[in-house]
C-alpha cells in the first residue's frame, strides 16, 4: 500500500492539517505542511473535542498528553438568561461513550499535533511563512507557487502527487475554484471571547450555554493546572445579534474587543452558582468575532486537489462541532488515500463521505442547532417560567439533543459500535 501511495502536499498547519499529516504518516503516505504564518505559537480560544473526534485522536496515540492539555467535560447544561435550568445531559465518558470529551485551548491543540508532527515526521515536515500564491496542476500531480508571507519574497515551488486545501475560512485553495465566493456570511452576531480565572462553578467540569439567540453567554474550564490548585480557567464567550444593516467591520478578525461593547447588556447575568458580569471584568485580554460561515458547495474534489476543515465547510460555533469535524475530514481522508489506488479517485469517495455530512451540520447550525430550544423557551417564558414541562417537555427536549448528535455523527450507540478507521488502516 505505502509503495504506490501518493506524497501529499497540506496547505495549512492548523488543526485539520496537522491531523491529516499525522494520519498519512500512520498510514505511511508520504506528507509536508506549508503554513502562511511565519512563526506557529499557540493562538486561539477555547473549544471543544467531541467524543468521535477524541476517538481519532486517541487512534493517533494522543490521549495522553491531550488529556494533559485539556479538561474532560463532564455534562452540559442549557439556562435561560435567568440561569433557569432547561436541559442538562453528560458528555463524553459521564454519558457512557467509550471517549471522553474534551475542553482545550486551541493554541494547546494546535501545537501538541504540531509538536507530534516534528516528532515523528522530522522537522521539515511543516514550512512555514510561506504562503501560497498559485497552483496548476497536470495528469501526475500539482505545482504549487510561495512567496514569503514576512516580505513578500518569491519561495521555491513545491510539487506533489496530491494538495489539500486545510487553509482555513479564507482559503486561497477554495478561493481558486470558487473565485466569485466573496467574503463569509455574517449572520448578525458577534462573539467576545476571553478567558478568565476564577473559583470554579458546578461540578468544575461543566459547559453552560445561557440565554437565547439574540444574546447568549457560553462557558466551560480548559486548564487543568488551575483545576489542580483548586481554581478553574473559564474560557468565555458573550454573544450579541444585531440589526442586518449594522455596520459593523465584519472582516475585522480576533481584534481587541471593547467591554463596554457588550457587558451593560449581560449585568444582570448573575444566578448564583455562575457570575456571568464578573467571569467578564476578569478576563485579561478580550477579542471579538462576527459570526460567520459559508454556504455548502457543491464539490471539494477537482482531480487532485481537494479541501478540508473550514476550508471546506466552515460553520458557526454552535453544537462544538468545528475542530472535531476537521479531524473527522483528516481521518477519513487519509483512510480513502490509503486505501484506494487511484488517488483521484480516494478525493472523490473521500468528498462523497464527507461533503454530504458537513453540509447538513452547516444548515443545522444556521438553525440554531441543539441550542434552538434556549429560543423556544425564550420565546414561549421571556420573564421565566414556574415549570418547564409547561413551556416545553422532557422528550422534546431529547428529541432536540438525539436528533443532533444523528446529524453530526456522535450518537452514542452509533459511534460506540462504529469500526475504526484504523482498522480499516490496517493500523
Known amino acids: 500500500m505505502a509503495a504506490r501511495a501518493p506524497d501529499v502536499l497540506i496547505i495549512g498547519a492548523g488543526i485539520g492539517g496537522l491531523t491529516l499529516a499525522l494520519s498519512l504518516h500512520r498510514a505511511g503516505i508520504p506528507a509536508r505542511v506549508v503554513e502562511a504564518v511565519p512563526s506557529i505559537r499557540p493562538l486561539g480560544v477555547g473549544i471543544n473535542v467531541l467524543p468521535h473526534a477524541v476517538r481519532e485522536l486517541t487512534e493517533l496515540g494522543l490521549a495522553e498528553k491531550l488529556e494533559a492539555r485539556a479538561i474532560r467535560t463532564k455534562e452540559l447544561i442549557y439556562t435561560n438568561k435567568f440561569g433557569q435550568e432547561i436541559w442538562r445531559e453528560a458528555r463524553g465518558q ?26 515523528r515526521l522530522g522537522a521539515g515536515a511543516v514550512r512555514s511563512d510561506a504562503e501560497l500564491v498559485g497552483f496548476e496542476q497536470d495528469g501526475a500531480g500539482v505545482t504549487a507557487q510561495f512567496r514569503r508571507r514576512s516580505d513578500g519574497a518569491a519561495l521555491p515551488p513545491e510539487r506533489a502527487a496530491i494538495m489539500i486545501g486545510a487553509d482555513g475560512i479564507h482559503s486561497a485553495v477554495r478561493a481558486r475554484y470558487y473565485p466569485d465566493e466573496g467574503a463569509p456570511k455574517w449572520n448578525g452576531a458577534v462573539l467576545w471571547r476571553a478567558t478568565s480565572e476564577a473559583t470554579p462553578y458546578l461540578s468544575g467540569r461543566s459547559m453552560i450555554m445561557a440565554g437565547h439567540q439574540d444574546q447568549k453567554f457560553v462557558c466551560y474550564p480548559i486548564d487543568p493546572e488551575a483545576a489542580a490548585r483548586g ?15 449594522t455596520p459593523w467591520n465584519r472582516e475585522d478578525w480576533n481584534r481587541p474587543g471593547k467591554i463596554e461593547d457588550f457587558l451593560p447588556q449581560f449585568e444582570s447575568w448573575n444566578f448564583g452558582w455562575l457570575d456571568v458580569p464578573g467571569l ?25 486537489v481537494t479541501l478540508i476543515g473550514d476550508a471546506a465547510h466552515a460553520m458557526y460555533p454552535i453544537g462544538s462541532n468545528g475542530a472535531s469535524q476537521a479531524i473527522i475530514d483528516a ?38 442547532g441543539p441550542e434552538r430550544v434556549m429560543q423556544h423557551v425564550e420565546e414561549r417564558a421571556p420573564k421565566g417560567y414556574a415549570k418547564l414541562d409547561d413551556i416545553i417537555s422532557r422528550s422534546d427536549l431529547e428529541a432536540v439533543a438525539k436528533d443532533y448528535k444523528l446529524i453530526a455523527g456522535f450518537d452514542k450507540d452509533v ?12 493500523g
Open 415 to 426: 459511534l460506540n459500535n462504529r469500526p475504526s478507521l484504523d482498522a480499516r488502516f490496517g
Open 94 to 119: 459521564d454519558a457512557g461513550y467509550n471517549w471522553p470529551q474534551f475542553s482545550v485551548h486551541r493554541g494547546q491543540l494546535q501545537m501538541l499535533l504540531y509538536e507530534t508532527v516534528i516528532e
Open 231 to 245: 481554581r478553574s480557567v473559564v474560557n468565555w464567550i458573550a454573544e450579541l445579534r444585531f440589526p442586518n444593516d
Open 331 to 368: 481521518r477519513v481522508l487519509a483512510h480513502r488515500l490509503a486505501t484506494q489506488p487511484d488517488p483521484v479517485a480516494a478525493l472523490r469517495a473521500y468528498e462523497e463521505e464527507r461533503l454530504p455530512a458537513t453540509s447538513r451540520i452547516v444548515l443545522a447550525n444556521r438553525a440554531n
Open 280 to 304: 467578564i471584568r476578569s478576563a485579561s485580554a478580550i477579542y471579538e468575532f462576527p459570526m460567520v460561515d459559508r454556504d455548502p458547495v457543491a464539490r471539494w474534489s477537482f482531480e487532485r
